[in-house]
């Protein structure tokens, strides 16, 4: 099992950026598949980013130009650079990691997850 540990959330202006770390613990990331995910309240948790064990990135439409996530296997975390913010994007984020080389959209293939931080977009 890998531990994960969120960090950089908070309460940002619409246009602003966020850069959201993810901190693991227990085992090393590089062989792991790493995915960024946010939940609303009485909403089901939704994909917003991952990146492979290889580099190879993937982004939900919704972020695509705006969001950058990245990785790095010497310091065991993974980034999640958020740019132009909007209100929409107000939710808790999650990183989450699965074994493996596969990106995967769905939240029910990832095995670890951290416990979340609160980013909140002001209009």
């Known amino acids: 099992q890998v531990q994960l540990v969120e960090s950089g959330g908070g309460l940002v202006q619409a246009g602003g950026s966020l850069r959201l770390s993810c901190a693991a613990s227990?085992?090393?990331?590089?062989?792991?598949?790493m995915g960024w995910f946010r939940q609303t309240p009485g909403k089901e948790r939704e994909f917003v980013a991952a990146i492979s064990r290889d580099g190879g990135r993937y982004y939900a439409d919704f972020v695509k130009g705006r969001f950058t996530i990245s990785r790095d296997n010497a310091k065991n975390a993974v980034y999640l650079q958020m740019n132009s913010l909007k209100p929409e994007d107000t939710a808790v984020y999650y990183c989450?990691?699965?074994?493996?080389?596969?990106?995967?959209?769905?939240?029910?293939?990832?095995?670890?997850w951290g416990q979340g931080t609160q980013v909140t977009v002001s209009s």
């Open positions: 227990g085992r090393t990331l590089s062989s792991y598949t």
């Open positions: 989450a990691a699965r074994a493996g080389i596969m990106i995967f959209r769905s939240p029910t293939e990832y095995d670890n």
